[in-house]
Structures are given as structure tokens and as C-alpha cells.
């Protein structure tokens, strides 16, 4: 008897006790475990495969990333969240609002082209075909989950799913000094700012009692007296950890090192899907989580914006054409710098509203475009000259006329110089949130920067035009190469034909009300 009244009173405990969390929405997650169930197939199907029949799952994972890209659409409504409190329907920890699908279609189509690159060079190089492809599919997961994170804990679990496949994919290639180094480094310097990062996390936690964005805003407008210090303490030091991830200043001492060593289409991938990584978590910590203490984060972040561009593209003007990997040096300082145009909004959003944040969105957007482009090029180059030296493209509109000029067009739209319209309208966008946002010394270090930016984008480009030098190897491009070369090229012309179609999008407010 006693046991049959135990189990009624659990029955009705049971039965009255709310769920945690509401039914899956397996739609809204689709891009994220359509791009994570690839990765397993590869991993699995690398197992049973001959050696000869290994660059299969290439193309596996070409596909997959294309499925996962085209599983946005029938989300493009914004309008869809999962896993949610049931007691405060508000608090989810993941929604698929207008930032998240515009972030994930920068991931995916950006891991998408990569992939594309990557078809020749895994082959190439002889890398550990099902590793690599499993790695880069788990960190394109990642990536595409953090902008979806509503919590603090899913949050961070993405960004370390995003980051730790890809420290990984740095050292891919063995007995190579160079890509030992350059692993190590990016996985000490990730690794110290992650135990930042969740040092801030727990501070923040302990001040409000909440994990969830949204909750977090609200417990922070009114934290007691005692716990001010803890929650200012937390919200420092969280940035600090995101800070790393975006290569801002004084935290982007890994990245010139880490492009060199890693394999071509990885430090393309780093520059782009690793650095929308970064932003997106800054914007959710500074935007959603903690716009209590802007008057904290919004100060800094200008500073550090400043400080980026001015360095990287300082330390951009100083690459010499005949160093080796000048090349690549230059195109990761020259990301350290447009890092520093990327904070800028974050920054403005301090000062005015939130929908500043459409400006880094459309430049993200535009960023990524022309810069796989740059690095697609890059390895069509360096298959007949490996040294990555800003002199090796000389002359390459005789040797490769398409190839030249897509690159110049990748370089022009870089320096926001027509025909690179693009380019143009994403740093006036950018300046005007600084603008708008009464940042005007910040706006003038801005303009400061584009006119020292163009000196080494201009330079780059007038090589490729000049007479070759000696005789000119040519060798047939492989068509995946070919075909990323084409793909970011001609999303670079149609935006600079029609800029609306980022401006559009990014305008107004991104995040679900």
C-alpha cells in the first residue's frame, strides 16, 4: 500500500511539474544536424573505403554542406526557436530569427566553398582524407550553431566545437615544421581564452542565476550592490575570450603564424567562417546579454576597432613582395584590419540601438565573398608556385587572364573601390553607424586606414598586370578550384550590381522580438 501511494503521488507530481523544455522544431536545427550528420557519414564511410576511393567523400561533403545551405530556406521567415523554457517561453536556447539565418548562410556557403578548394588540395598534399573532411564538417556545425545560441552554455559548447576541429586541421600536414608551430600556437592562445571565457561565464551566472541571454539582460538592470563587482568582473571577461576569436587587437598575435602553417583552403576558412565565429558570439554576449554595462563594452570596443585596423593594416603595408608567403602574410594582416572595421557597429550599438549590428552583418557578408575568392586564387597560384610570394603573381593576367582578374576585382572590392561596389557601400555603411552612433574620432581613424589599405590592395593588383618575368609555367586548373573561383566572383559582381540585396536584408532589426 505504502508503495502504490508512493507512485500516485510521483504520478501526480509528474503530471503537474512542467517540462523543461518544449518539442524539438527539427526543421529550425535542420542546417546544423544536416552539416553534423554528414561529418559522421564521412567519418564511418572512411573506414570501409580503398585508399583509390577516398576522394568520394570530397564530394560527400560537398554535397552535404550544399543541402545544409539550401535547408535555409524554408526558414527564411525568421521566425521559428527551440528548446525553450516552458515557464518563460521567451528564454530559448536556440532561434533561427534573421541574424542566425544570415550568419549560417555566410558559414555554410563559405565551409561550402572551401570544400571546393579543398577537393584538389587533400588530394594534392596526400592529407588524411576522412579526418580532414570530418573536422571540417564538425567545425562548420559548430559555427553554424553559435549564432543560433541563446544561452551561455550552448554558446560556448559551439564555439569550442567550432574551434577545436579546426586546431586540428592547422597541423594537418605531417612532419611539416611550420603547420606543428602554427597549431600549437592557435591551440594555446584558444584554449587560454576559452578558461577567459567561461572564468566570465560563471561570474556572470553567479550574479544573475540565469544562463540564458535574454534572462541575463533583465537580472543584469537591477544586479545588487554586492554582486556588481562579480557581474561587471564576468562581463569583462567574457569579452576577453570573444575578443580573441574576432583577431582584435592585442589578441591577434596567432593569426599571421596560423595562416602560414595551416593548409591554403584552411587559413581561407579561418579567415572568414573563423572570424564570423568570434563576431557572432560578440554580438550576442554585447547586444542581447549584457546591454546593461555598454557603457563598459562600448568604450573598449571602439578602442580595440581602432587599434585593429590601424595595426593590421600597418602591419599589411609592410609585407615585401619577394618574402616568402608574403602573400598569404599580407592577406592575414590585411584580416586583422578589416577585423578592426568589424567592431566598429558592435561599438556604435553601445552608443544608439541595436540595429547597428545590420552593418557588421552586410560587411561579414561582403567580407566573405571576396575573401574565399582572394584564397581560391591563391591556390590555383600555388600549384606552380608554392612559395606564396606577392612577386609570383606577376604577370598572371598573361599566364591566367580570368584568374587575374577575378583577383583583382577580389582586391579592388577589399579596398571599397569601384568596380568593387560592394566593397564601397559596406565601409560607408560602416562608417555611418560610427557616425550615427557620435563616434567621430573613430570615423576619422576609419577613413584613416581605408586610404592606408589601399596602397597594398593597389599594389597587389598592379602586379598582376605588369610583364612576367623569366618564362611562365602553366598548368591545367583543376575545376573544383576553378569552380570556387567563379562561384565568389560572380557573387561579388551581382552585390556590386545590386548592394541592396545585403543592405536590404541587414537593415532594421535582425534579432526575433
Avoid at 559548430?142 to 586540428?168: C, H, K
Wanted: glycine share 6%; net charge neutral.
Amino acid at each position: 500500500m505504502t508503495a502504490m501511494t508512493a507512485m500516485t503521488a510521483m504520478t501526480v507530481l509528474s503530471a503537474e511539474a512542467p517540462s523543461l523544455v518544449q518539442s524539438v522544431d527539427w526543421l529550425a536545427i535542420a542546417p546544423v544536424v544536416i552539416t553534423a550528420a554528414v561529418g559522421l557519414v564521412v567519418l564511418v564511410a572512411d573506414l570501409f573505403l580503398a585508399e583509390r576511393h577516398k576522394p568520394v567523400l570530397g564530394w560527400i561533403s560537398v554535397a552535404g554542406l550544399a543541402a545544409a545551405t539550401a535547408a535555409l530556406l524554408p526558414l527564411r521567415a525568421g521566425d521559428r526557436a527551440t528548446f525553450c523554457l516552458t515557464d518563460d517561453p521567451a528564454a530559448c536556447s536556440y532561434v533561427a530569427d534573421h541574424f542566425t539565418l544570415a550568419i549560417q548562410f555566410l558559414v555554410l556557403a563559405g565551409a561550402l566553398v572551401t570544400a571546393l578548394v579543398s577537393v584538389t588540395a587533400v588530394r594534392d598534399t596526400r592529407l588524411p582524407a576522412g579526418e580532414y573532411w570530418f573536422l571540417l564538417l564538425s567545425s562548420a556545425a559548430g559555427a553554424a550553431l553559435l549564432p543560433a545560441s541563446r544561452d551561455l552554455a550552448t554558446l560556448i559548447v559551439a564555439l569550442e566545437v567550432a574551434s577545436l576541429p579546426a586546431f586540428a586541421l592547422v597541423g594537418m600536414r605531417r612532419g611539416d615544421r611550420l603547420s606543428s608551430e602554427a597549431a600549437l600556437k592557435f591551440f594555446l592562445s584558444s584554449v587560454t581564452a576559452t578558461a577567459v571565457s567561461l572564468m566570465g561565464v560563471s561570474f556572470v551566472y553567479a550574479a544573475t542565476g540565469s544562463l540564458h541571454l535574454t534572462q541575463v539582460a533583465d537580472r543584469l538592470e537591477d544586479v545588487p550592490g554586492q554582486l556588481d563587482t562579480l557581474a561587471m568582473a564576468g562581463v569583462a571577461l567574457t569579452l576577453v575570450g570573444f575578443a580573441f576569436k574576432t583577431a582584435a587587437v592585442p589578441f591577434h598575435f596567432w593569426v599571421p603564424d596560423t595562416y602560414i602553417g595551416a593548409p591554403l583552403p584552411i587559413a581561407g576558412y579561418l579567415s572568414v567562417i573563423g572570424k564570423a565565429v568570434g563576431f557572432t558570439g560578440l554580438i550576442l554576449v554585447t547586444v542581447i546579454a549584457f546591454p546593461a554595462y555598454s557603457d563598459i563594452w562600448g568604450p573598449a570596443l571602439a578602442v580595440l576597432a581602432a587599434l585593429t585596423m590601424t595595426l593590421g593594416n600597418t602591419a599589411a603595408v609592410r609585407q615585401s613582395a619577394d618574402r616568402p608567403n608574403s602573400a598569404v602574410r599580407l592577406l592575414a594582416w590585411s584580416s586583422v584590419g578589416q577585423a578592426g572595421y568589424l567592431l566598429v557597429p558592435i561599438a556604435a550599438a553601445a552608443y544608439s540601438d541595436r540595429d547597428q549590428i545590420g552593418s557588421t552583418v552586410a560587411y561579414a557578408l561582403m567580407y566573405a565573398a571576396v575573401n574565399l575568392g582572394a584564397f581560391s586564387v591563391a591556390a590555383l597560384v600555388a600549384r606552380t608556385k608554392p612559395l606564396h610570394r606577392l612577386s609570383d603573381y606577376r604577370g598572371l593576367y598573361a599566364e591566367r587572364p580570368l584568374a587575374a582578374l577575378s583577383l583583382a576585382f577580389f582586391l579592388l572590392c577589399l579596398a571599397g573601390l569601384p568596380p568593387g561596389l560592394i566593397g564601397l557601400f559596406a565601409k560607408v555603411t560602416v562608417f555611418r553607424s560610427a557616425v550615427d552612433a557620435g563616434l567621430g574620432w573613430l570615423a576619422v581613424v576609419m577613413a584613416i586606414n581605408v586610404v592606408i589599405a589601399l596602397y597594398y590592395y593597389l599594389r597587389w593588383t598592379a602586379l598582376l598586370f605588369r610583364t612576367p618575368e623569366g618564362a611562365q609555367t602553366r598548368t591545367r586548373a583543376p575545376w573544383p578550384v576553378t569552380a570556387a573561383v567563379v562561384l565568389t566572383a560572380i557573387t561579388a559582381i551581382v552585390l556590386s550590381g545590386a548592394p541592396e540585396l545585403i543592405l536590404r536584408v541587414t537593415s532594421g532589426s535582425l534579432f526575433a522580438q
